[in-house]
Nanobody, 128 residues
């Protein structure tokens, strides 16, 4: 098993930037496909960005392409999400999740049911 703890959320004005972190502990973090999800009130959980176990493959949701960048440092057991040009519609609770390595190479990386381990979430609020 792997335990995940997100940090870095907060409030920011539209056009601003934030960097989220996800610290992993427990199992060998470097073997997992890692994904950032987000969920706004009354909506379904949305896959935002994915990164393969080795960090060589990334995927992004259409709504964040060109604005968000996912990265990981396996030596530090940490996942990141750099968010720029933030919009009010980016307001949500952001979660990191770990799943089997092959998920990152599939078309279903954005599906929450493919992930076994989740953090508790961190709130991001973007004001206009």
């Amino acid at each position: 098993q792997v335990q995940l703890v997100e940090s870095g959320g907060g409030s920011v004005q539209a056009g601003g930037s934030l960097r989220l972190s996800c610290a992993a502990s427990g199992d060998d973090y470097s073997i997992y496909c890692m994904v950032w999800f987000r969920q706004a009130p009354g909506t379904e959980r949305e896959g935002v960005a994915a990164i393969s176990a080795g960090g060589t493959v990334t995927n992004y949701g259409d709504s964040v392409k060109g604005r968000f960048t996912v990265s990981r440092v396996n030596a530090n057991n940490t996942l990141y999400l750099q968010m720029t040009s933030l919009k009010p519609e980016d307001t949500a609770v952001y979660y990191c999740a770990a799943g089997w390595a092959r998920v990152c190479f599939s078309d279903s990386w954005w599906k929450s049911e493919n992930f076994n381990y989740w953090g508790q979430g961190t709130q991001v609020t973007v004001s206009s």
